[in-house]
T-cell receptor, first 113, second 107 residues
Framework: EAQVTQNPRYLITVTGKKLTVTCSQN?????MSWYRQDPGLGLRQIYY???????DKGDVPEGYKVSRKEKRNFPLILESPSPNQTSLYFC????????????FGPGTRLTVT | KNEVEQSPQNLTAQEGEFITINCSYS?????LHWLQQHPGGGIVSLFM???GKKKHGRLIATINIQEKHSSLHITASHPRDSAVYIC?????????FGAGTRLTVKP
């Protein structure tokens, strides 16, 4: 089944404890992206990747890191999480960029206390 | 002012009604996406448009590039259409989103 998977789906952590949210797709997609969704602010793009080893900042990259070492994986790293990073996070992928259908992962609900 | 504006924010309809959700944007775009977010939180892509009109079942999406406006129509609405509908505009490689329209269809 073609899908985007994210792990973990739910995470409660404490300020400053490094964490990684994984994202994997099995559709051989070139484009992958991370978004956060907050009440009243909607979805906002954090980082995106056009292909392996090619990443770029979205609208809200502060406090996040990404890497794209393999085509199928695009992990989101929070090196020192803070409470303002409490949010619902979505990973998405597409065959080639933003002018193709976007496939979203199921979401990761992160709480930082 | 947000770059992507959706209206209405909330919409309640009776089953069978014709629904229209509007999206206006102020930036240049390469494409426009309509997304559906279910009550459980999952997001699915409904349409991707760069011009004209697309139809899938009871859903129709249109875009007017000159007026920077898109509409999503749902014909013969059904309670299972209850969801948040999100408009997203694609730039070169980035995406910007509207705040969403929460649709409730009552039986």
């Amino acid at each position: 089944e073609a899908q985007v998977t994210q792990n973990p789906r739910y995470l409660i952590t404490v300020t400053g404890k490094k964490l990684t949210v994984t994202c994997s797709q099995n559709m051989n997609h070139e484009y992958m992206s991370w978004y956060r969704q907050d009440p009243g602010l909607g979805l906002r793009q954090i980082y995106y990747s056009m292909n392996v080893e090619v990443t770029d900042k979205g609208d809200v990259p502060e406090g996040y890191k990404v890497s794209r070492k393999e085509k199928r994986n695009f992990p989101l790293i929070l090196e020192s999480p803070s409470p303002n990073q409490t949010s619902l996070y979505f990973c998405a992928s597409s065959f080639q960029g933003v002018t193709r259908e976007q496939y979203f992962g199921p979401g990761t609900r992160l709480t930082v206390t | 002012k947000n770059e992507v504006e959706q209206s209405p924010q909330n919409l309640t309809a009776q089953e069978g009604e014709f629904i229209t959700i509007n999206c206006s944007y102020s930036v240049g775009i390469s494409a426009l996406h309509w997304l559906q977010q279910h009550p459980g939180g999952g997001i699915v892509s409904l349409f991707m448009l760069s011009s004209g009109k697309k139809k899938h079942g009871r859903l129709i999406a249109t875009i007017n590039i000159q007026e920077k406006h898109s509409s999503l129509h749902i014909t013969a609405s059904h309670p299972r259409d209850s969801a948040v509908y999100i408009c997203a505009v694609a730039g070169n490689n980035d995406m910007r989103f509207g705040a969403g329209t929460r649709l409730t269809v009552k039986p």
